[in-house]
Each structure stands twice: as C-alpha cells, then as structure tokens.
C-alpha cells in the first residue's frame, strides 16, 4: 500500500512540474509577444531607432526571439548574455565560447547590428570583447557601455541620433 501511495504522489508530482512548465512557458511566450508588440508599435510612432534587448537561454531561443525582433522592425539586437561563472563544473573558457557561439547564432539569422552586453567575470575584459567582434558583435561591452560604429551608423541611417 505505500507504494501504491507513492506511486501517486510521484505521478502527482509529475503533473504538477509539468503544468509548472506549461504555465512558465505560457507566460514567457505571451511576455515575448508583448515585447514584440511593444517593438513594433515603437517603431510605428516614434522617429528613434529601437535597440531591442535579448534575454534567452538557448541558441534557438536567442535566435527565435532576435527574429521576431527583427521582423518587428528593431534596428539593432542587443544580447544581455550571463552564464553562470560560479559552474564548478565548468571548463575553463566555456563561458566566452558560449558568449561567441551565441553572438555567431543570432549574426546568421539577421543581418541588423548586434550588440554584446556582458559582465565582469573575465579574466580579459579587452579579449572577450575582442572574442565577440571576431564573432560578429557590433559593439561588446557592459551594461555603461557606448553603442559601437555599425550601431551608431545604424541609428544615423534611421535618422536618429548624430555623433558630433
């Protein structure tokens, strides 16, 4: 009998991390869209070039997102990228091919300005961000960071902001 009961109690818990699943699925879908919407509607009425910002956690993901984005008329992608650098489990250099292979993924999918916004847990600030250029990467830096050449020549062409 209390193997019948915990076979209930696990089924029971499947379900639940599966309608846990589906509801956290449902929701980033629909915040997807609102944000897509949100692009497009920008981009409707307003006269500045919209730099879409990018939070994922797959290579599909990225790229998925990064194209709707495009498609919603976004003048550039900007790629929030965090990988965990407390993973003891982690090899050395994982986190900045991961970073590369990201920017490379979503350059594939468009052609608009992609702008690698990363943190600070590198050993070489200066070879990441040459790491992401190489990659594809407009411009790499942090969150203070200065929009790079092809994103400013991006906004320019949008008739947005000039540099002086």
Do not use: C
Request: charged residues 25%.
């Amino acid at each position: 009998m209390s193997s019948s009961r915990y076979s209930r109690s696990r089924s029971s818990t499947r379900r639940q991390d599966d309608l846990d699943g589906y509801i956290k699925f449902y929701e980033k879908k629909h915040s997807i869209a609102q944000y897509v919407r949100l692009v497009r509607d920008s981009k409707a009425h307003g006269s500045i070039p919209v730099i879409a910002s990018v939070n994922a956690t797959s290579g599909k993901e990225w790229q998925n997102i990064a194209s709707e984005l495009a498609n919603a008329g976004a003048d550039a992608i900007q790629l929030n990228l965090f990988v965990s650098p407390f993973d003891d489990a982690s090899r050395q250099g994982r986190i900045e091919d991961v970073y590369a292979e990201t920017v490379r993924s979503v350059k594939a999918i468009t052609r608009l300005p992609v702008i690698a916004k990363i943190g600070s847990y590198f050993t070489s600030i200066p070879g990441m961000v040459g790491m992401l250029r190489e990659a594809g990467a407009a411009h790499a830096g942090g969150s203070r960071s200065v929009v790079g050449d092809e994103a400013w020549r991006a906004q320019e062409a949008a008739g947005g902001v000039r540099r002086r």
